[in-house]
T-cell receptor, first 114, second 116 residues
């Protein structure tokens, strides 16, 4: 039972390059989320998706693009990476319902933009 | 808008002593409240949540949290700390409202260090 996986785990890129971070979950959860974690800020929501082909912006969406053609995958693309996008990125998923709602997180991707 | 505050960046406690990690929240409506733990180079792991009902919630690894509506707080507690409890702890909130996006708002995190 793999749960939720992210790839790559570590990535170094240069300013201006396009980078795609992958997220895959095996639970068939409806909701998926992308967060970035920066010191002093906790986790901030970038984008989320309620189902395949339904996505919406979070708190810090600028410079990022997402897609969700399949329920299990939710890739995050940095169209033109900037140094300020150096961060740790976490993907999460959840299943809505009054007594569920818990988000389950992947192991994270550490991205360094030079 | 919803927000979460964790007033302490760092909490140190001796092994065997009780620990408390503080969290206060601000929402318009009834809150869902969560605690997550993050070990070094790992993703966040769910500890416990308050949805409704009993104000004292018990979770994984002996942790518990008390929901206090009048003080808008949801402090994490454990009667006897272990060195292995040393980690980064996050409080999170979302509002229970039909049609609302299921977004969690996280606090900035509290680094707990349990000293042997």
């Amino acid at each position: 039972d793999a749960g939720i996986t992210q790839s790559p785990r570590y990535k170094i890129t240069e300013t201006g390059r396009q980078v795609t971070l992958m997220c895959h979950q095996t639970w068939s959860h409806s909701y998926m989320f992308w967060y970035r974690q920066d010191l002093g800020h906790g986790l901030r929501l970038i984008y989320y998706s309620a189902a395949a082909d339904i996505t919406d912006k979070g708190e810090v969406p600028d410079g990022y693009v997402v897609s969700r053609s399949k329920t299990e995958n939710f890739p995050l693309t940095l169209e033109s990476a900037t140094r300020s996008q150096t961060s740790v990125y976490f993907c999460a998923s959840s299943e809505p319902g009054e007594y569920q709602e818990t988000q389950y997180f992947g192991p994270g991707t550490r991205l360094l933009v030079l | 808008a919803q927000s979460v505050a964790q007033p302490e960046d760092q909490v140190n406690v001796a092994e065997g002593n009780p620990l408390t990690v503080k969290c206060t929240y601000s929402v318009s409506g009834n809150p869902y409240l969560f605690w997550y733990v993050q070990y070094p180079n790992r993703g966040l792991q769910f500890l416990l949540k308050y949805i409704t009902g009993d104000n004292l919630v018990k979770g994984s690894y002996g942790f518990e949290a008390e929901f206090n509506k009048s003080q808008t707080s949801f402090h994490l507690k454990k009667p006897s700390a272990l060195v292995s409890d040393s980690a980064l702890y996050f409080c999170a909130v979302r509002v229970l409202a039909s049609g609302s996006a299921r977004q969690l708002t996280f606090g900035s995190g509290t680094q707990l260090t349990v000293l042997p």
